[in-house]
């Protein structure tokens, strides 16, 4: 595909952009998929590829979310058809897929710092080393990092950051940096009120030198953006219309020649060229699957994010102190609903993590009850505030995070590692929930509890488990009991239903099972844990082998004599990859029927 | 001293901050601290605390180390004498301190995400909300985050932003930001050129309209920092002398009464009042103590900073592709050896964390070999990139670690919590050395291992071992041989010294114990730790109880018979103080002593 994007003549590419458009619609209607801005992006990538000699030119994406029209381009069209199934590509770029992807991009704001490592390497190479950068990323603290770094940094003049301005990180952008953004279009009156000034002044042979800065000057006094980059030392180009291919090719033919580090403000429109994602591109940012034509999607059924989207809502009903705040995930953890009924005690701080919390920890200290909503992926950028922010100054901050375990996105969106770190943290409570019908009750222990807590909890529906049981602060719940001395199943989140899946399986080998929800991490219930002595104990949860349930039992017990504790969880030696649920689980051993036979064979049970 | 600053006249003023440098002198030269930066702030300090109404309104300081005059000034004059010591109070804010320190900050960049959580908690409250940040910060992504959120904050309005602007972090200032900052000094220029020119155009009715603009768009033209800041929001006023008091206390004055978000950018001198910190800032930035009148400091031992520094330029001569990189620690690393002789292979990307890692990341990518140096705590602030970007594209990053381990700045600063983490990212190699004499093999290892690798060690020198054994992939060290069934001592780190310390004391007991240092904590040696499964094993690590060999070993044998492991590390049940780093031991009964005495009680050994 990149032979013919490179050698059609430049009229017959809008029709090679629409193609490439209708396989992106086609494979994320099927699969699921970052929809509205990889549609955005589609000519400005095609636009990248057929100027720079990809890929000894490397582009780095921001996000690669938006760049399946690059994966297309690429070579991969056929691992497209299944995108982010478990055998298919994956839906972010990563090196290890493909040699034009310089870089594993899955958190926003990486691109640049990655791309100034490639400039730094060799200075002095002519190829050029391009950064998408959105305009989300803008209020990211990593991205405002390297920007502050770019300019004064040798081997910066071959950097061309293109900034995809499409005027939203996911659901609406925030911050001082967006408004300037977003004040660009002053451009034009602008550009005929300084040609007249010029005209009036240029007479005047004592203002000579005021009008050769003015003309410098002018550019700052109108274009907020143009005046933030050039101080930051880069040459602010723009702002070009980013679906326009007859405008992109010969700005980014013109930018490639300049020896200096370039900004090209970029205009694109998220979900350009489908009709239903361009109408609407929040509600298709990120799906999992619609009708191709019409984009209707299945209805939610519900699950988690719905639960504390609810539950949020009907507590600030009652407690007035209760504040939110979220790093531009309104609408994936279901804050939205909350935004618009307490538009004043919530904040949306865009792709700011580590503010995110430091901020709550600000409010918490003034009095204010703040619960800040995550994925849980993204709390990784976050750990050390949780320590130093929250931690420390026992700040009662509750930190709700979604999306915990492995995800459909693969490995740079999997929730599986925090448990570890978070264990280790003084005055942290970490809380895992197994159904949605507790979320209300967590929600509101953990805001009363007055701690720093950690509220953890699935993407999706949890399968039903029996009964809701209150909360009892430390305290795991027996979902099941079993015989004395027969096995114990410890789980917690959504394996608990997994567990008692397959405790039902093990009553057809003759074991009566207990089953234990070790809802409370940390400080976990080591009282109970030391009943079931006598039984051999298995976890199961959705968490890497290392820092969660098993571990907390393996020191329990290292000195304690047992029967042995097994674990089934995701590996700490190698990367969990993309796909789905059920497939990564069936091939990692730790669905409920490979469970079931493992467990029955180190018993050496037979069915009866 | 509140009292009294208040009350007395303002030509009294210096009289008084003379005496607060000399009680922060005598107190940092006796007891180690932050010299310079505490030096130059005692006068802003003086006139913030004069100016407004505290503790209702907060004063969040940005890394507490400068905030020692605050100190004073709070009624913490009796504990200052012994700052830092164990019986003494802490080097940097907390409140757990005093109600006049509204937050933790140990950690650079999270004065203003806190005060902006202030600000928002009673937006209209009358009080102001006070963020000193440091220049050094201004390159720092949480604070560029909460930057970007500042002024679009409801709230904002009370915040007054102090830009403490020393013009450097701890050794010199790296960035745009703070290149335009530096510019700020053509303003008196820009005054007389504005005068000028608005006297010349004014006569020209139809300029009327361009000399208004003029007159807010000329602070942009000539003042880089003004633009920067308006741009963002905040109303700018500077630079003012921030050591001199009759600047300061009127403008702050004035500023008070301003009903907007405002940024006051004042200039200090590092050191300030104290001659050879003055002289020389760098070096006084955070000493262990020297001569309060001559600043005389005990010649440095060496230790593992030493040895790191020696290495590099050692493997530098070997390697042309070998590279550093470092977040602002180039004195703290010993990195500034190396960037003397390679400066074009040295990457101070200032108080930037996470884009050091990943610029660090791209280095790799493109085929060079770099080595980013950090204490073991700041990076705790970078956890997601060393997964994210380093780890998921198995990219050959070297991560040195210094600082690993408790250290007497306390609770912000100890180097205990990582490996938590760390032992549960994939692709991950984690190695702990226990002397400064494998520095230089290890650091080589690790270079060539072409793997992601993380070398860590603690500050100052570790006790003599015996022997250099060389690295072996996977290994652990046998450092003393015991008997059979006999307990074993494992440690990593310097505390390889304590166990083989303690297992002198032992043999007093009659016990002949095997010392196993676990220089891989991962992958941990399973195999020689499986050897032990008939002896009760001990583990003594700098570290948090879980995440570090013990939680390693306890996987082990989970599910294996064995004698018992004990665990001799940090608590994650509790916030570990400052102090001598000998009391904290002993107090938490870490010390060769304690642990002798606890292992001989266990095995019912009475002194033969």
Avoid at 121 to 140: F, L, N, R, T, Y
Avoid at 337 to 354: L, N, W, Y
Avoid at 443 to 464: D, I, M, T
Wanted: proline letters at 5%; hydrophobic letters at 45%; a neutral charge.
């Amino acid at each position: 595909m990149l032979d013919k994007l490179r050698r059609l003549p430049l009229a017959e590419l809008p029709g090679m952009a629409e193609e490439l458009r209708s396989t992106i619609i086609d494979s994320v209607s099927r699969n699921g998929g970052h929809l509205a801005s990889s549609c955005g992006c589609v000519e400005l990538i095609m636009a990248l590829h057929r100027v720079f000699d990809t890929p000894a030119e490397k582009i780095f994406f921001d996000v690669g979310h938006q760049a399946y029209a690059h994966k297309l381009l690429t070579g991969r069209e056929e691992g497209f058809k299944k995108l982010r199934r478990y055998d298919g590509i994956s839906g972010f770029t990563t090196p290890l897929e493909s040699g034009f992807d310089p870089a594993v991009s899955g958190h926003a704001g990486t691109a640049l710092s990655a791309a100034l490592g490639h400039c730094a390497a060799d200075p002095d190479a002519p190829e050029k080393v391009i950064a998408v950068i959105g305009d989300g990323s803008m209020g990211c603290g990593v991205t405002l990092e390297a920007l502050n770094h770019a300019a004064t940094l040798k081997g910066s003049k071959r950097l061309i950051v293109i900034l995809n301005d499409n005027r939203m990180s996911i659901s609406g952008n925030v911050g001082a940096l967006s408004k300037a953004l977003n004040r660009v279009m002053a451009a034009k009156s602008y550009n005929k009120f300084r040609s007249r000034v010029i005209k009036m002044l240029s007479p005047l042979p004592k203002l000579k030198n005021f009008v050769a800065r003015l003309n410098e000057a002018g550019k700052s006094m109108f274009l907020p953006p143009a005046l933030l980059f050039e101080t930051l030392g880069l040459r602010y180009f723009g702002a070009v219309d980013g679906n326009d291919l007859q405008q992109l090719i010969p700005t980014l033919e013109r930018l490639r020649k300049i020896d200096d580090p370039v900004l090209l403000h970029v205009i694109t429109q998220k979900g350009y060229g489908c009709e239903f994602a361009q109408a609407d591109p929040t509600k298709y940012h990120g799906i999992s699957g619609c009708d191709p034509d019409t984009g209707e999607m299945a209805v939610n059924n519900g699950g988690f994010s719905e639960a504390f989207a609810a539950a949020m809502v009907d507590l600030a009903e009652k407690d007035p102190e209760l504040q939110a705040v979220c790093p531009a995930m309104l609408e994936g953890t279901g804050l939205r609903k909350f935004a618009e009924k307490f538009p004043d005690r919530c904040f949306d701080v865009g792709i700011a993590e580590e503010h995110a919390l430091t901020f709550a920890a600000g409010l918490a200290a003034a009095g204010k009850h703040p619960v800040c909503a995550f994925y849980d992926t993204f709390l990784q950028r976050a750990l050390d505030a949780v320590y130093h922010d929250i931690a420390l100054a026992k700040v009662p901050v509750v930190i709700a995070v979604d999306r915990a375990g492995v995800v459909a996105d693969g490995p740079t969106h999997h929730g599986i590692y925090n448990c570890a770190f978070l264990r280790a943290i003084p005055n942290l409570t970490v809380i895992n929930l197994a159904a949605e019908c507790e979320m209300a009750e967590a929600l509101e222990f953990a805001v009363k509890s007055r701690l720093p807590v950690v509220l953890r909890y699935p993407k999706g529906g949890g399968a039903a488990i029996p009964g809701l049981v209150p909360f009892e602060y430390g305290k795991a719940v027996i979902r099941k009991s079993g015989k004395s001395g027969e096995p114990v199943l410890w789980a917690s989140g959504k394996e608990v239903a997994t567990a008692l899946e397959v405790a039902g399986n093990l009553e057809k080998y003759g074991c009566c099972c207990t089953v234990a929800d070790a809802r409370f991490l940390k400080p976990f219930d080591r009282e109970t844990a030391l009943k079931f002595a006598d039984s051999q104990q298995f976890v199961i949860e959705d968490h890497c082998e290392t820092g969660g349930i098993y571990s907390a039992l393996s020191e329990i017990f290292s000195a304690v004599p047992h029967a042995g504790i097994y674990s089934f969880a995701w590996s700490a030696e190698k990367v969990i990859s993309h796909g789905e649920i059920g497939k990564l689980k069936a091939a990692a051993g730790l669905d409920a029927a490979s469970i079931t036979e493992k467990i029955a064979g180190l018993m050496q049970k037979k069915p009866i």
